[in-house]
C-alpha cells in the first residue's frame, strides 16, 4: 500500500506499527512520524481507520457473547483503558 510519492518513515512501517500506534504503544517519536505520515498518506490512513473500525466492532460483538464471569468486565476495561491513551487525530470509528 502506497500513495506514490515517497515519505520518511515508509507505509510498509507504517501499516505495520499501527495497531501499535493506536494502542498508544510506540514511543512519542515513533508516534510522531506515523502522524506526520498518515496526514500525508490517504492510503494509510484508510488503513488506519480500517483497524479502528475492526476494533469497534469486536468491542460490539463482546457485548452479545455469554461470558465467564468478571471477563467483559475486563475486557472492556483494558479497551477504555487504550482508547483513553489516544492522541490529538486518533478518533473513535
Known amino acids: 500500500m502506497s500513495c506514490g510519492r515517497?515519505?520518511?518513515?515508509?507505509?510498509?512501517?507504517?501499516?505495520?506499527s499501527l495497531s501499535a500506534y493506536i494502542d498508544g504503544e510506540v514511543g512519542a517519536e515513533e508516534?510522531?512520524?506515523?502522524?506526520?505520515?498518515?496526514?500525508?498518506?490517504?492510503?494509510?490512513?484508510?488503513?488506519?481507520?480500517?483497524?479502528?473500525?475492526?476494533?469497534?466492532?469486536v468491542v460490539r460483538a463482546s457485548a452479545s457473547i455469554a461470558?465467564?464471569?468478571?471477563?467483559?468486565?475486563?475486557?472492556?476495561?483494558?479497551?477504555?483503558s487504550n482508547t483513553s491513551h489516544q492522541r490529538p487525530g486518533d478518533d473513535q470509528e
Open 6 to 16: 515517497p515519505h520518511e518513515t515508509p507505509c510498509s512501517q507504517v501499516v505495520a
Open 31 to 57: 508516534y510522531r512520524l506515523i502522524a506526520v505520515h498518515l496526514t500525508e498518506c490517504p492510503p494509510c490512513e484508510h488503513q488506519r481507520q480500517e483497524v479502528r473500525r475492526v476494533q469497534a466492532l
Open 67 to 80: 461470558t465467564p464471569e468478571g471477563l467483559r468486565a475486563r475486557i472492556q476495561a483494558t479497551v477504555l
